[in-house]
């Protein structure tokens, strides 16, 4: 039997990458549109290692709608992942035409060409930040979107409109909005992983780069909030569970299950944790010392967020499998395959 194939755009990228490995071993074909501008070769290479499989890559820029159609020309597919995205929330604070013309063009010119093409099945990579500051903890997939904070926010919020819209319009589509919780850890075999470029804006890369000696200090920003340890509080997702969240949702699709046609799913293990409590975890389960001080709050932080991860375990028939202590572990592994 012919295997389904899935376009997985920005396929070099962390979560794409990740994806990818786990589409493969779910027995789908893969073909990796990326343009490299926030990735490296090394994820594909690392794909390949992994899975055994020589998976195509393409090199092309999904913003570039004639240059995207040639892999459309050449590759046959039925469902695609969009990951191809910008995803620095400060950075988008200070280029954020670079954000609204990557984001959602990217998307635009893939919804359109997979309607020209008779491609039906997307899964779009969403964000927790959708809720803003929630009102009320654990936030489910009826909690208000509040207005968003940033333009990386608001491009996912426009973004999961416009896949609402559009499915309504063609019923013949069918999409599926991830919202991611906070990412993190590497694959088992750390040959793929986070490549931050330039200082780490993100916690977990920060904390690693700080123990293998990179950064002197780590800052953790507040510890003066409203929370049990004063620190913000977020709901940590293993990078190799979230990946298998996409495959379940492609399953959904090919399957025939999602009648709604949008759907949106929580992808979050349903746990909060503290900053402090994932730099003492880490300490603790990788038996290093880490460097860090209180610094101030970072602007624009909501306090606390963490997920309701309930519908994606009834209907996608998915749930967070590697404990906090396994994906800190992982974090570290990778961090030293990087020497
Ligand atoms: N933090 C520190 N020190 C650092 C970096 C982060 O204390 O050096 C703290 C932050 O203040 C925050 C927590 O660690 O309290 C997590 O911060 P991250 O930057 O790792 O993640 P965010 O929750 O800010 O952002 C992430 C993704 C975004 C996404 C957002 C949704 O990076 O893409 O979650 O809330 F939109």
């Not at 913000?232 to 046609?261: E, F, S």
Request: glycine fraction near 8%.
């Amino acid at each position: 039997m012919k295997k389904e194939c899935v376009l997985v755009a920005g396929g070099a990228g962390y979560i794409g990458s990740h994806t990818t490995v786990e589409l493969i071993e779910a027995g789908y074909d893969v073909v990796i549109a990326d343009n490299l501008s926030n990735s490296e070769m090394r994820a594909v290479e690392g794909v390949r290692k992994i899975t055994g499989v020589d998976v195509p890559f393409v090199q092309v820029d999904c913003c570039d709608k004639e240059a995207f159609r040639q892999l459309f020309e050449q590759y046959t597919f039925d469902s695609a992942i969009h990951f191809a995205a910008s995803k620095a929330v400060g950075e988008s604070v200070e280029k954020p035409m670079l954000y609204y013309r990557n984001n959602l063009l990217s998307l635009m010119n893939l919804v359109e060409l997979m309607h020209e093409y008779g491609r039906h099945h997307l899964v779009f990579s969403s964000s927790c930040t959708v809720y803003g500051e929630p009102d009320k903890q654990p936030v489910t997939e009826l909690t208000p979107r509040k207005e968003a904070t940033s333009p990386y926010g608001n491009t996912k919020q426009i973004s999961e409109d416009i896949l609402r819209d559009t499915v309504k319009a063609w019923p013949e589509m069918k999409a599926i909005a991830l919202r991611y919780f906070n990412p993190i850890g590497a694959h088992p075999s750390a040959l793929i992983g986070e490549l931050p470029r330039g200082v780490p804006q993100n916690l977990v890369p920060y904390v690693t780069q700080t123990a293998a000696g990179i950064r002197k200090c780590l800052s953790v920003f507040g510890d003066d909030y409203p929370t049990p340890d004063g620190s913000c509080i977020r709901d940590y997702i293993d990078v190799t569970d979230l990946a298998k969240a996409h495959v379940k949702a492609i399953d959904r699709m090919v399957g025939g299950k999602n009648k709604a046609g949008y759907e949106v799913f929580n992808v979050g293990t349903g746990r909060g944790v503290s900053v402090l409590e994932l730099v003492k975890g880490f300490e603790r389960v990788n038996g290093v010392k880490l460097n860090y001080k209180i610094a101030p709050r970072r602007a624009g932080d909501i306090i606390a967020i963490w997920a309701d991860p309930t519908l994606a375990n009834e209907e996608l028939g998915w749930r967070a499998e590697r404990t906090l202590d396994e994906t800190l572990a992982s974090a570290w592994r990778w961090q030293q395959s990087l020497k």
